[in-house]
């Protein structure tokens, strides 16, 4: 059974631009949950979705945002990029949103800002 | 507001020394307390899940262990490949499901 996959797993992006990471969750998982991970404040919450609806919303500004479609894919999009933008972007899938036991982590998507 | 506090933020062992490491948690109607390994370019990876205080797992070398402040991790002789960054994460009682993480202990073990 194929494992979360996240695309791309590097990227380097200057400040001002905008990126679009892509999450594709285990077969059959129809939650997905976006975290940032960086050293100073470990794993934080950006969003998390299940059928397509944003179900849980962390403290971040509004230029972050995410989306689900309809195979359970996801993606999330940082716009107007800050240099303390820089950091891992972990998709975690599980079968619901509410059984956190069957949540696994992707690899993440490392993105640099320069 | 839910708060997770992990310690020591490193530890450094030898191969075959037991240890110890802790997660304070502050949460308002605990629903579970998880524990992650996460080796470097990975993401987390599920280790045990927590309900009520009292409760332990065990799984190879680690034993988790939970009292209504706090969580234990403990490791019995570790080896080498048990070096990794243990993560501790609550999900509170509220109206959301989301998973407060702490900032881990990062373990390493020598030979």
């Known amino acids: 059974k194929a494992g979360v996959t996240q695309t791309p797993r590097y990227l380097i992006k200057t400040r001002g631009q905008q990126v679009t990471l892509s999450c594709s969750p285990i077969s059959g998982h129809r939650s997905v949950s976006w975290y940032q991970q960086t050293p100073g404040q470990g794993l934080q919450f950006l969003f998390e979705?299940?059928?397509?609806?944003?179900?849980n919303k962390g403290n971040f500004p509004g230029r972050f945002s995410g989306r689900q479609f309809s195979n359970s894919r996801s993606e999330m999009n940082v716009s107007t990029l800050e240099l303390g933008d820089s950091a891992l972007y972990l998709c975690a899938s599980s079968l619901d949103w509410t059984n956190r036991e069957t949540q696994y982590f992707g690899p993440g998507t490392r993105l640099l800002v320069l | 507001e839910d708060q997770v506090t992990q310690s020591p933020e490193a530890l450094r062992l030898q191969e075959g020394e037991s240890s110890s490491l802790n997660c304070s948690y502050t949460?308002?109607?605990?629903?579970?307390l998880f524990w992650y390994r996460q080796d470097p370019g990975k993401g987390p990876e599920f280790l045990f899940t927590l309900y009520s205080a009292g409760e332990e797992k065990e799984k190879e070398r680690l034993k988790a262990t939970l009292t209504k402040k706090e969580s234990f991790l403990h490791i019995t002789a570790p080896k080498p490949e048990d070096s990794a960054t243990y993560l501790c994460a609550v999900q509170g009682g509220g109206a959301t499901n989301k998973l407060i993480f702490g900032t881990g202990t990062l373990l390493a073990v020598q030979p």
């Open positions: 949460v308002s109607g605990l629903r579970g």
């Open positions: 979705y299940f059928s397509e609806t944003q179900r």
